[in-house]
Every structure is written in structure tokens, then in C-alpha cells.
């Protein structure tokens, strides 16, 4: 079966087929009146681009980078899977890109590994400013989470917001000696904005900091990295009656082990995370969680990268998003 030409739409809606190009291609100059009869002939033919020669004539390929630097982290899944539908429901098609290391963020950032997309949207691990110093960008990119680059649009997570609100929580519940499962280096103390939120509640309730009470594991992505740090902590012998964990695999990880160590969670330890993971809700006990709103980061970080596609200039801009707490059974003693 033969398929419809742009000759036969045009044909249909009775314009010739440099006006059904024109509509196609969303250039202005057309009236309502054609670009009407032109969709609605392309309707009645069945006509469907060709986003290849679309691309051609148009300098546009209609698609975008996702890229995260691994999909075993539920959070990283989740982002990826909402940033490829919200696109979708823009009309843009998406290519999955997976940065493992910073030289593979740099290539997908620079086009070096992404060189047919329009745009792109980077969920970083390792990305900073130095990465992109002194470099034109050939499309524009959105970064969503991370450290903020002041070139970029950038969704800024409510990391502080977010482990404030956990730490308070903990507090509160008469908690006082809160072990951090965290994701810094051997022999490095913790720092970053959610290291910040926990010095600030902590600080607020008169509690000292105690460097004792900080393990880390070897990935901070991989509940079995939760796993081991925990197990450090109680072959440690140090006391503490909480943890908070810089993230729900860790969180996984940690609750796993004090299981096994015959630790009652919470009434012994309780427990938090942060990304409120969809698995959270299913560990046992469930997990109190931080969530960093991450459909409104999406939207925002979809929005802003449209919005520059369609020609927007100007500097960068940088959206910070809040934080909400999950409170559940990880944490509160029935």
C-alpha cells in the first residue's frame, strides 16, 4: 500500500505543498484558516513526517539526552523514566544515555556521545564547572540535581530543606545519638548541603557533633554499600538510637544489617532515607524517607530545557525545588 505523500495533503486541503511544508514545519506567515485545512487533510490522508527530512530542513531532530550515570539506583530510574515522558508529552523523543564516570558526562554534555539531540538533560554525579570551562555548548542543557553550575539551568534539589527535616524528626522522637550512613571518602568527614541540614537540627537541639558516628560505605548507590557500613558501625561499639542515610539504597542496606544484628527497627534504631524510592514503601519496616518533590523538578527541568530549544537566551537559571519528609513505620513505634 502506497503511503500518502505531502502532495496528496496538499492536494486534500487545496494549498499547494510549499504551504503544507510551511504548517509541518511550524513557520509563522501561515494564516489559521490553511494551517486548519492542512491538518485536517493531513488527518483525512494519513500522512506521517518524516522526522529525518524534517530534521534536514528544520536543522532539528526532535529528540533529547537523558542521561544519568546508572539505573540501578531506584532514584536515577525513577528521574530517567519521568524526564522521557514529560518529553514525550512535549513531542520530543528521547535517547537514554548512561554516564558512568565524569569523562562520559562530559561527552554526553559536549555532544561528543549524544550528537543527534536537540537538547539535553543530565542527572549528574560527578559534574562540575571545571568540566565545561571555556567551552561552547552547541544545544542547550538542563541539569537536574547536583551541584548547581552557574551556566546551566539547573533544578536544585532541597538536600538541606530535606535532611533538616529528617534530622529534626529524629530529634524529636528523643533520638540523640544519630549515626550518619553517608557517602564521604574514608577518612573524610562529611560536608555537602545534606551535612549541613543535619548540623543545623542537631545544633538547634543542643547535641554535639561526634565524628564516631559517621560511616560510609564503598558506594554510596548500592545497598550493599548501606549494608557494610552499618555492620562497621555495630562491630564499632560505639551507641547510637538512629540513623540517617544519605539516600534509600543506603537506607536498604543499613536496614538489612541491623536486622540480621538483631537490632529492633525502630525501637532500637530508627531509621531514614532520602528520595522516597517507591521501595521505601515496601521494606520492612517501611521507610521514612525524604522527598525531594522529584515531579516538580522534572517539570521544571523540562520546561526550562523547551524553553531554550525554542530560542530563549540569557544566563543561566537556577530553580530550587523544597523538600517534604515520609514519615513511616521506620521511625515511629507503634
Known amino acids: 500500500m502506497r503511503r500518502p505523500t505531502l502532495a496528496d495533503v496538499a492536494a486534500v486541503a487545496g494549498v499547494s505543498a510549499k504551504s503544507v511544508s510551511n504548517v509541518l514545519l511550524e513557520r509563522p506567515g501561515v494564516s489559521p484558516a490553511t ?17 529525518a527530512g524534517r530534521g534536514l530542513v528544520s536543522g532539528r531532530t526532535g529528540r533529547v539526552a537523558v542521561v544519568v550515570p546508572m539505573l540501578y539506583q531506584p532514584y536515577f530510574a525513577e528521574m530517567a523514566e519521568r524526564a522521557i515522558l514529560a518529553l514525550e508529552a512535549h513531542g520530543y523523543t528521547t535517547t537514554l544515555r548512561i554516564a558512568p564516570d565524569i569523562e562520559a558526562e562530559r561527552a554526553a554534555v559536549l ?8 537538547g539535553v538533560i543530565i542527572c549528574p554525579h560527578e559534574f562540575v564547572d571545571e568540566m565545561i570551562e571555556g567551552v561552547t555548548l552547541s544545544r542547550p542543557v538542563v541539569q537536574l540535581g547536583g ?33 550518619l550512613v553517608w557517602n564521604s571518602p574514608d577518612g573524610e568527614l562529611p560536608s555537602g548541603d545534606r551535612y549541613d541540614g543535619y548540623r543545623q537540627a542537631i545544633g538547634e537541639f543542643g547535641v554535639a557533633l561526634d565524628p564516631s558516628l559517621y560511616a560510609s560505605g564503598s558506594d554510596w548507590d548500592r545497598r550493599t554499600s548501606g549494608y557494610e557500613a552499618m555492620v562497621a558501625l555495630l562491630r564499632s561499639g560505639v551507641r547510637f538510637d538512629a540513623a540517617l542515610c ?60 523547551v524553553e531554550r530549544m525554542d530560542g530563549l537566551e540569557g544566563p543561566g537559571r537556577h530553580v530550587h525545588t523544597g523538600a517534604d519528609l515520609v514519615v513511616r513505620d521506620s521511625t515511629t513505634s507503634t
Open 35 to 51: 494551517r486548519e485545512r492542512v491538518q485536517a487533510a493531513v488527518a483525512e490522508v494519513g500522512y506521517v513526517v518524516n522526522q
Open 111 to 118: 555532544g561528543t556521545s549524544t550528537p543527534d539531540v536537540d
Open 147 to 179: 551541584k548547581p553550575i552557574d551556566r546551566l539551568d539547573c533544578v536544585v534539589m532541597g538536600e538541606r530543606e530535606g535532611a533538616y527535616l529528617a534530622a529534626r524528626h529524629l530529634l524529636e522522637s528523643g533520638r540523640r545519638r544519630i549515626a
Open 246 to 305: 544519605v539516600n534509600d539504597a543506603i537506607a536498604v542496606g543499613a536496614l538489612r544489617a541491623l536486622r540480621s544484628h538483631g537490632r529492633r527497627v525502630p525501637e532500637d534504631v530508627a531509621v531514614t532515607g532520602f528520595d522516597a524510592t517507591d521501595e521505601g514503601e515496601f521494606t520492612v519496616p517501611s521507610l521514612t524517607s525524604v522527598s525531594p518533590r522529584k515531579p516538580e523538578m522534572v517539570e521544571r527541568a523540562v520546561s526550562m530545557l
